[in-house]
């Protein structure tokens, strides 16, 4: 009885295959549809060298820096220099002739257009393609600054991005070597077992924050002293290091102001609360690096951001 239904099923697929194959053309199924111009113009955005696939728009260094503080420095540090392993963006003049090159956008990207595309595509990087045109030209135009590039009067724009002159632009050459097989060869290598990443800590299970041999000891809780630092000396560094994730509530952070996102937050206390924010807390909707994954922020400003969303965020009648 199976192998009847299995021969009868297949005759029936072959048979739609046959006469979509001769209503359709030679290699087509009857599957799927064509693309449609808005869809293709959704995928078509890359943007070359020379400019080409640029939108209209412009962005000045100046805006660009209020932009990367909010969006982009929680990950890529103030001033391009990296936050814990996030990229750096700025440096590295002159190392890639090094044993240890820092590849970054100054020392190693040969063309400006790069840049304007990775960010337009691909950042923020819990939230991407959520950026204006001219907050990608904005932003483009600061990092190029950070890598002295640029002035800081600079305007970066449609017409003039293609002209803008990369330290590495020679870098960089066809290669014509043939290709050959090679057989991976590995040494006297780590144990794995040796190796633990800290507290389970990563980005969204993709970017590690840290790492700690198992003997290590983790550092010393944050003191309950810490809960009473006033809210409103957090405000400045919930802005510049804390809204690109609990402004928009993008990776599991719960969005400041959202009162139903710290219903289950708030009663476990503001001490609980700076602790999980500086040791860094994994939840069941998501993973809080500690600091936010800036490491220059002190106890103190932590502990004064945690308080600025608490207050934004709770009910009238919540006493904390």
Same mark, same amino acid.
């Given at each position: 009885?199976?192998?009847?239904?299995?021969?009868?099923?297949?005759?029936?697929?072959?048979?739609?295959?046959?006469?979509?194959?001769?209503?359709?053309?030679?290699?087509?199924?009857?599957?799927?549809?064509?693309?449609?111009?808005?869809?293709?113009?959704? /995928?078509?955005?890359?943007?070359?060298?020379?400019?080409?696939?640029?939108?209209?728009?412009?962005?000045?260094?100046?805006?660009?820096?209020?932009?990367?503080?909010?969006?982009?420095?929680?990950?890529?540090?103030?001033?391009?220099?990296?936050?814990?392993?996030?990229?750096?963006?700025?440096?590295?003049?002159?190392?890639?002739?090094?044993?240890?090159?820092? =590849?970054?956008?100054?020392?190693?990207?040969?063309?400006?257009?790069?840049?304007? $595309?990775?960010?337009?595509?691909?950042?923020?990087?819990?939230?991407?393609?959520?950026?204006?045109?001219?907050?990608?030209?904005?932003?483009?135009?600061?990092?190029?600054?950070?890598? $002295?590039?640029?002035?800081?009067?600079?305007?970066?724009?449609?017409?003039?991005?293609?002209?803008?002159?990369?330290?590495?632009?020679?870098?960089?050459?066809? $290669?014509?070597?043939? $290709?050959?097989?090679?057989?991976?060869?590995?040494?006297?290598?780590?144990?794995?077992?040796?190796?633990?990443?800290? /507290?389970?800590s990563?980005?969204?299970?993709?970017?590690?924050?840290?790492?700690?041999?198992?003997?290590? !000891?983790?550092?010393a809780?944050?003191?309950?002293?810490?809960?009473?630092?006033?809210p409103?000396?957090?405000?400045?560094?919930?802005?510049?290091?804390?809204?690109?994730?609990?402004?928009?509530?993008?990776?599991?952070?719960?969005?400041?102001?959202?009162?139903?996102? /710290?219903?289950?937050?708030?009663?476990?206390?503001r001490?609980?609360?700076?602790?999980?924010?500086?040791?860094?807390y994994?939840? =069941?909707?998501?993973?809080?690096?500690?600091?936010?994954?800036?490491?220059?922020?002190?106890d !103190?400003?932590?502990?004064?951001a945690?308080?600025?969303?608490? !207050?934004?965020?709770?009910?009238?009648?919540?006493?904390?």
């Open positions: 009885m199976f192998r009847l239904v299995k021969f009868l099923l297949l005759g029936v697929i072959g048979l739609a295959m046959s006469e979509a194959a001769v209503s359709g053309g030679v290699g087509h199924y009857g599957f799927g549809a064509l693309a449609t111009p808005s869809e293709i113009a959704g /995928w078509d955005i890359d943007v070359r060298p020379d400019g080409s696939g640029l939108p209209p728009g412009s962005g000045s260094v100046l805006e660009g820096e209020q932009l990367f503080e909010q969006k982009c420095a929680v990950c890529h540090g103030t001033f391009g220099e990296g936050e814990g392993r996030w990229p750096v963006l700025a440096g590295g003049n002159d190392t890639l002739s090094e044993d240890r090159p820092e =590849k970054t956008v100054g020392s190693y990207w040969s063309y400006a257009s790069t840049l304007w $595309d990775y960010i337009h595509r691909a950042m923020p990087f819990f939230n991407p393609q959520s950026l204006s045109d001219d907050e990608v030209y904005a932003l483009t135009a600061y990092v190029l600054y950070l890598n $002295d590039i640029v002035d800081d009067s600079f305007v970066l724009s449609q017409e003039n991005l293609a002209a803008v002159e990369m330290p590495n632009r020679f870098g960089f050459i066809p $290669d014509d070597r043939p $290709d050959v097989n090679n057989i991976a060869c590995m040494e006297n290598c780590i144990d794995p077992a040796s190796i633990a990443i800290a /507290w389970d990563t980005e969204l299970g993709v970017t590690p924050v840290e790492h700690f041999r198992p003997n290590e !000891e983790k550092p809780a944050p003191t309950a002293q810490l809960a009473l630092v006033d409103a000396s957090g405000k400045e560094v919930y802005e510049r290091a804390c809204f690109a994730c609990h402004g928009s509530g993008v990776a599991g952070a719960p969005k400041t102001g959202d009162k139903d996102a /710290w219903l289950q937050r708030i009663p476990q206390g001490a609980t609360l700076v602790e999980h924010a500086i040791q860094g994994r939840g =069941k909707a998501g993973y809080m690096p500690p600091r936010g994954g800036n490491s220059q922020l002190s !103190e400003e932590v502990a004064g945690v308080g600025f969303m608490v !207050e934004q965020s709770k009910a009238k009648d919540t006493q904390l």
